[in-house]
Structures are given as C-alpha cells and as structure tokens.
C-alpha cells in the first residue's frame, strides 16, 4: 500500500527561525512530489512541485528536496513570519497505467509566533 | 478565472437525509476530483473523471455516495441516505488531464449530519 507520512504533526516557532517539514513515502512509483499549503477553512494551494528526475524547487523562502532513493522529501521555510502559518501537507505523484492520482500525507500543522 | 467553485459552503443536516454537493471546475480543465477530509484519516480521493468519464471510484466509501459529471462544467457528488459518520470537509479539485498532478482546488463544503 502506499504511504505518505509527515513529521512532526504539528510545530511551533518563533517568528524568524529557519524550520524544515519532513514527508517520507513508501513506494517506488510515488515519482514526483508536492508540497501544498492549507489555510483554516480554505481550500488547498501547491507551493512547489518537484518532478522524478529534479532533486529540489524554489520559490521565495521556501525549498523543497526530493531524494526518492530514501522516500524523503523536505520542505524548507527560511525566515520563518506568522503569515506562514497554516497546515503544510505532501502528496506523492502516483502512477498506474491511466490511473493517475495523489497519494497524501496528514499533514504538518504549523505556528509562527510573533 | 474564478477558479474551482463549491456549493454550498456549509450544508447541516439530518440523518437519512439526501445531500447533493456542487462543483464547478476551472474552464478548460478536464479532470475532476472530489476530495473528503476529516481529521482522523486525512485527505481521501473519492472519485475522479477524466473528459466527464470516472476513471477511479475504488475511494467512494460504500453505495450511499454516487458522483456524476454530466458535462464539462459540472459535477455533482450525491450522499443518500447521510449518515453522521459521512461529517467532513468535501473538497472538489480540477486539473488539465495531462497536467493530473497540478490540481486547482475549491474552497470545500464543510458537511455536517446530526
């Protein structure tokens, strides 16, 4: 069965500090990776998306790796500020035949602190 | 564009009851997805279309839920009878089917059943 799994759950840190988002995925054919952002009763907004044959994305303050030989992939927020509060979640691209779909994690359920 | 559109946002009803949840994708989109988020499981893909055709319904959880997409524009996601267990965020997301990955998503009906 596929898995996506993110730690931690949830994270808590002051405003300015560097923090990194952790997503681990089980299955080989999970090849590629999305980082998206959810807001409290907001739908859900891709940040990044790294393809099987990229290592990581940028975009602003924000970095995501992909290291599928290990099933890792981390998001990186540097200069962390309260605005970055939200939910951050991963889903692995998978692939079977026509049946194209994203395979989810829970979630990491950050706090930026003033 | 408007983006992804969901109707209605907030829906409360009772047990046994039918409840129909609308979706309007992006203009151009021909993919399809409907979503169900609760706390204990996550982000669940139910269904999702491809040119108005289901292409994978093995997460629509029992027959109570059926889905339809009678043309491009529009999708419905039908629950009858509700059961208080069926109280979650429903997201609808729409994507172009060569891009299946880099989905747009509503801004979800938040269904509740008492």
């Known amino acids: 069965k596929q898995e996506v799994t993110q730690i931690p759950a949830a994270l808590s840190v002051p405003e300015g500090e560097n923090l990194v988002l952790n997503c681990s995925f089980t299955d080989s054919a999970i090849y590629n990776l999305q980082w998206f952002r959810q807001d409290p009763g907001k739908g859900l907004t891709s940040l990044l998306l790294i393809q099987s044959s990229q290592r990581e994305q940028t975009s602003g303050r924000l970095n995501a790796s992909l290291d599928k030989s290990s099933g890792r992939s981390t998001l990186y927020i540097a200069a962390s500020q309260p605005g970055d509060s939200a939910t951050y979640l991963c889903a692995g691209g998978a692939n079977a035949g026509n049946n194209r779909k994203l395979i989810w994690g829970l979630g990491t359920s950050l706090g930026v602190n003033p | 564009d408007a983006g992804v559109i969901q109707s209605p946002r907030h829906e409360v009803t009772e047990m046994g009851q039918e409840v129909t949840l609308r979706c309007k994708p992006i203009?151009?989109?021909?993919?399809l997805f409907w979503y169900r988020q609760t706390m204990m499981r996550g982000l669940e893909l139910l269904i999702y279309f491809n040119n108005n055709v289901p292409i994978d319904d093995s997460g629509m959880p029992e027959d109570r839920f059926s889905a339809k997409m009678p043309n491009a524009s529009f999708s419905t996601l039908k629950i009858q009878p509700s059961e208080p267990r069926d109280s979650a965020v429903y997201f609808c997301?729409?994507?172009?089917?060569?891009?299946?990955?880099?989905?747009?998503f509503g801004p979800g009906t938040r269904l509740t059943v008492t």
């Open positions: 997301a729409s994507s172009l089917a060569d891009r299946p990955y880099e989905q747009y």
């Open positions: 203009s151009g989109h021909n993919s």
